[in-house]
């Protein structure tokens, strides 16, 4: 079995910063795309930021130059810094990872549990 355990949701004033970690457990082979979404109450998931086995970044245009995803494949975790938090980042943010349990299955997309980010005005 494969966990994602994320951590750091909170809430938070407009202006303020937070940083959420999400790592994955279990059989893991490899991990090729991790990545962040979040879903405000009432909209559908969006996507925040993907990140690439070898590092290549994309973003949401709305958090682009606010929102940084960053990597450790040694503890298989994906981060996300939020910097410049505005009321309308409020949403669960879920993480992503497109991973292999093995080498002799195809990947698969696996998600955390969610975590609360409300921001304030």
């Known amino acids: 079995q494969v966990q994602l355990v994320e951590s750091g949701g909170g809430l938070v004033q407009a202006g303020g910063s937070l940083r959420l970690s999400c790592a994955a457990s279990?059989?893991?082979?490899?991990?090729?795309?991790m990545g962040w979404y979040r879903q405000a109450p009432g909209e559908q998931r969006e996507l925040v930021a993907t990140?690439?086995?070898?590092?290549?970044?994309n973003y949401a245009d709305s958090v682009k130059g606010r929102f940084t995803i960053s990597r450790d494949n040694a503890k298989n975790t994906v981060y996300l810094q939020m910097n410049n938090l505005k009321p309308g980042d409020t949403a669960v943010y879920y993480c992503?990872?497109?991973?292999?349990?093995?080498?002799?299955?195809?990947?698969?997309?696996?998600w955390g549990q969610g975590t609360q980010v409300t921001v304030s005005s």
């Open positions: 990140i690439s086995s070898g590092g290549t970044t």
């Open positions: 279990g059989s893991i082979f490899n991990i090729n795309n």
């Open positions: 992503n990872m497109y991973l292999r349990r093995s080498r002799y299955v195809p990947p698969s997309d696996y």
